[in-house]
């Protein structure tokens, strides 16, 4: 059965015609066809042949008026000639263009990665896919201006083209319930309500901010001590993040086994209540700094 490739069965359905494809190894369905351009060579291109001709617009007249003379003459068994069944026939069948004109495009057939993107190879650039198509095949057309990509021919994405190599184009709608949940979150948004619950959680979120590599893992860590307010109230928390800032660690680990041992609320007595007595074998600082121990 013949078949039609993918460009050319789109361009027809954008101008919506149907195109006949002829046959493999079947000289009887490329007759006419054939024909056709023998006509044109002999009744066009032969009389052309030894004129000169020095800009493409007078070529493209000379051409025009050998074609108008073509479609006026008659055919050998019937009456009328190509422009007279044009008029009758084709003419009154045609249907209006479409509003834009027809956009080259190339197809491929690409499997979705685990991260619900598929790669442009061409550009580098990566694009999203509602999230519940992750391993599975789709087709993705793309122009020089927009990406599609569809799924047992439905469109499941639609994108305008990005050229930047290596970068994602992301569509919210198309993350899963959890990366959209994060990616409402921003840095800015999750220290400025530390700031509002206590100048050393503002603090503590910093650091878990800066201490990890990849913003979800700082999100869900920094999040989880934020909630930490609401059970056990901003004060505490404020002073369990102090606690655990002076021990130089950043984990929500930590911060909740303070609060649930209630170290944040047991006063550390310093390491000397009362200050030095003088005394003359006391030395102090300045006898180093003055020389005197040489």
């Given amino acids: 059965e013949p078949d039609i490739n993918p460009e050319y069965g789109a361009f027809a359905q954008h101008y919506h015609t149907v195109i006949l494809p002829a046959r493999p190894h079947s000289a009887k369905d490329k007759a006419l066809v054939e024909n056709a351009v023998n006509l044109v060579y002999i009744r066009i291109y032969a009389p052309l042949r030894d004129r000169i001709f020095y800009c493409l617009e007078d070529l493209n007249q000379a051409i025009g008026e050998l074609l108008e003379r073509h479609n006026q003459m008659n055919f050998q068994r019937l009456e009328k000639s190509r422009r007279q069944l044009f008029e009758e026939i084709e003419k009154p069948a045609l249907k209006p263009l479409p509003l834009e004109r027809y956009e080259l495009r190339t197809f491929l057939n690409?499997?979705?990665?685990?991260?619900?993107?598929?790669?442009?190879?061409?550009?580098?650039?990566?694009?999203?896919?509602?999230?519940?198509?992750?391993?599975?095949?789709?087709?993705?057309?793309?122009?020089?201006?927009?990406?599609?990509?569809?799924?047992?021919?439905?469109?499941?994405?639609?994108?305008?083209?990005?050229?930047?190599?290596?970068?994602?184009?992301?569509?919210?709608?198309?993350?899963?319930?959890?990366?959209?949940?994060?990616?409402?979150?921003?840095?800015?948004?999750?220290?400025?309500?530390?700031?509002?619950i206590g100048p050393e959680v503002k603090r503590m979120i910093v650091k878990v901010l800066e201490s990890r590599q990849h913003p979800e893992q700082a999100f869900k860590v920094g999040l989880g001590m934020l909630n930490l307010s609401k059970k056990y109230g901003e004060e505490r928390l404020d002073r369990a993040c102090r606690r655990a800032l002076e021990f130089g660690t950043y984990s929500l680990k930590a911060i909740k086994n303070i609060l649930e041992k209630g170290l944040d609320l047991v006063q550390e007595e310093p390491l000397f209540s009362e200050p030095l007595p003088l005394h003359e074998n006391i030395r102090g600082s300045r006898y180093y700094s003055e020389g005197g121990g040489q």
């Fill in 110 to 196: 690409l499997k979705v990665q685990f991260n619900y993107h598929i790669e442009l190879r061409e550009d580098r650039h990566y694009y999203s896919v509602p999230w519940e198509y992750k391993g599975k095949r789709v087709q993705v057309l793309y122009t020089d201006r927009v990406v599609e990509i569809y799924h047992d021919h439905l469109r499941i994405a639609f994108h305008k083209r990005d050229r930047t190599p290596h970068k994602y184009t992301t569509l919210r709608e198309h993350m899963p319930p959890h990366h959209r949940f994060y990616d409402e979150w921003s840095p800015e948004r999750m220290i400025n309500w530390a700031e509002k």
